[in-house]
């Protein structure tokens, strides 16, 4: 095989002279003067001074992140459970609030329980008059008491925000837009619309 410059394939030239060259063998391990055992039991190179810093840093900061998870935990915890305690003391002053509102009407519910009773037996018509406008007045007494309040509308002017239109009837122009009669009750709570006021309106025509 021709390698050039008349080299043949034995590293010899063509003639059999050396050509200045020597080929050696690369694998270290396969020396006689080197011993393997020898190079297993001696100590490794020390780490370097900044990469056990690192190193060192990387942990500190590991367990600080760890020690705010745990705190992060303990803390969500903790919100919770003052939300629970929260929602139950709202819904146990709720509870108590029904309890005191419907107190005043147990008091209207036996008053008309009494009514019924005394005119099961009577044919006298005044008793069961007198007997219903004492307890419409005993109730709008205890609705008064929990803020509860009715919405004017004689001699008003129609209002859609607290009025509903249940009837119209043409008028003159000086009346237009004016509340002719009222044909159902409306009433406001603490400022809140509890039932519009259903009312009879005049309409120029």
Same mark, same amino acid.
């Given at each position: %095989?021709?390698?050039?410059?008349?080299?043949?394939? /034995?590293?010899?030239?063509?003639?059999?002279? #050396? $050509?200045?060259?020597?080929? *050696? =063998?690369?694998?270290?391990?396969?020396?006689?003067?080197? #011993?393997? /055992?020898?190079?297993?039991? !001696?100590? $490794? @190179? &020390?780490? @370097?001074?900044?990469?056990?810093?690192?190193?060192?840093?990387?942990? *500190?900061?590991?367990?600080?992140?760890?020690?705010?998870?745990?705190?992060? +935990?303990?803390s969500m915890a903790d919100v919770e459970g003052m939300r629970k305690?929260? !929602?139950?003391?709202?819904?146990? $002053?709720?509870?108590? =609030?029904?309890? $005191?509102? &419907?107190?005043?009407?147990?008091?209207?519910? /036996?008053?008309?329980?009494?009514? +019924?009773? &005394?005119?099961?037996?009577?044919?006298?018509?005044? +008793?069961?008059?007198?007997?219903?406008? %004492?307890?419409?007045?005993?109730?709008?007494?205890?609705?008064?008491?929990?803020?509860?309040?009715?919405?004017e509308t004689e001699g008003r002017r129609f209002d859609p925000n607290? %009025?509903?239109?249940?009837?119209?009837?043409?008028?003159?122009?000086?009346? /237009?837009? %004016?509340?002719?009669?009222?044909?159902?009750?409306?009433?406001?709570?603490?400022?809140?619309?509890?039932?519009?006021?259903?009312? +009879?309106?005049?309409?120029?025509?």
């Amino acid at each position: %095989m021709n390698l050039g410059n008349g080299a043949t394939s /034995d590293g010899n030239s063509g003639g059999g002279e #050396d $050509k200045g060259f020597v080929v *050696r =063998d690369q694998r270290w391990w396969l020396r006689d003067d080197v #011993d393997l /055992d020898a190079m297993a039991t !001696e100590p $490794k @190179p &020390a780490t @370097p001074h900044y990469v056990e810093e690192l190193e060192q840093r990387v942990q *500190r900061a590991e367990q600080q992140l760890q020690e705010y998870i745990r705190a992060h +935990k303990a803390s969500m915890a903790d919100v919770e459970g003052m939300r629970k305690r929260l !929602e139950g003391e709202i819904e146990r $002053k709720l509870q108590a =609030d029904r309890a $005191k509102l &419907a107190g005043p009407f147990v008091e209207v519910l /036996d008053n008309l329980e009494r009514l +019924k009773d &005394a005119v099961a037996g009577s044919t006298d018509p005044s +008793k069961l008059s007198e007997g219903v406008e %004492m307890i419409l007045r005993q109730l709008r007494e205890e609705l008064g008491r929990i803020g509860l309040e009715r919405i004017e509308t004689e001699g008003r002017r129609f209002d859609p925000n607290t %009025m509903e239109a249940l009837m119209t009837e043409k008028v003159g122009a000086d009346r /237009d837009g %004016m509340v002719l009669s009222e044909l159902r009750s409306g009433y406001m709570l603490a400022g809140q619309l509890v039932r519009p006021a259903g009312v +009879k309106v005049g309409i120029a025509g």
